[in-house]
């Protein structure tokens, strides 16, 4: 990790496996380092690899013409919306579970497709999404969170257009004790929705970052990804 990350995410409480989180607008709460499935800062000097840092080993491919630049957070990957991803096997998400996701996005797409910022296949053709909304969209721009196949048991989209060519932060939340599912956007609860009745089904195991694994490419920035196996709190997220 370079110098510039400085202390995004510091090891605390060594013998309880607790971690202290500075990455992805997570500070302040400690959680419990198991809990952190993945974890993609896009730091690498080179290559076609977007390594883990959680220590999971869920290492992503880069794939098409993404480029390494300065990013929210030392650096990213810019995405041409053409061929550029990433796609990370990734065998531990179950939404029947508490989950959260977490993203830093730059983009200021203008097209006619629902470009995702992330998205996950599931069985029986669902799959599960962070996208801006397309052109045509009586919410254009907006940013969709949502996991649906024929039908769309769950959507939630943000209180305003997010592709403005600046940062934000979104965590997507899914918190089965509160049966809501909710959408984080720059460090405050946007937008909810309930999931107490929703079934969902089983992954195929694959994490897709700026594609829809594939196409609906995403022309922009991305920084700092996050997977957890726990529902974060409005508490535990900043702006």
């Not at 796609?87 to 629902?114: A, G, P, R, Y």
């Not at 045509?136 to 196949?149: E, M, S």
């Not at 946007?190 to 195929?204: L, V, Y």
Request: glycine share 10%; hydrophobic share 40%.
């Amino acid at each position: 990790m370079k110098a510039v990350k400085k202390v995004r995410f510091t090891l605390v409480c060594v013998s309880l496996m607790v971690i202290s989180l500075m990455v992805s607008g997570i500070s302040s709460a400690k959680v419990d380092f198991r809990d952190c499935v993945g974890m993609w800062l896009f730091d690498e000097d080179k290559g076609d690899v977007a390594k883990d840092s959680s220590s999971k080993g869920n290492d992503g491919e880069i794939i098409g013409k993404a480029k390494r630049v300065a990013g929210k957070f030392g650096s990213a990957l810019k995405f041409d919306g053409v061929t550029a991803a990433v796609s990370i096997e990734l065998d531990v998400m179950d939404l029947n579970k508490d989950q959260s996701f977490s993203v830093w996005f730059k983009t200021k797409i203008d097209k006619n497709i629902h470009a995702r910022v992330l998205h996950a296949p599931f069985l029986n053709n669902y799959r599960l999404w962070l996208w801006i909304m397309r052109n045509g969209h009586p919410r254009k721009g907006q940013l969709g969170f949502g996991y649906r196949a024929g039908d769309m048991p769950l959507e939630i989209t943000s209180g305003k257009p997010l592709n403005d060519n600046n940062w934000h932060h979104a965590v997507a939340v899914f918190d089965h004790t509160a049966k809501q599912g909710l959408l984080y956007i720059d460090g405050k609860l946007d937008a909810q929705s309930g999931i107490g009745g929703i079934k969902f089904n089983d992954p195929q195991g694959k994490l897709c970052i700026a594609s829809a694994c594939p196409g609906d490419f995403l022309p922009g920035q991305i920084d700092d990804v996050a997977v957890f196996n726990v529902a974060l709190k409005e508490g535990d997220i900043k702006s």
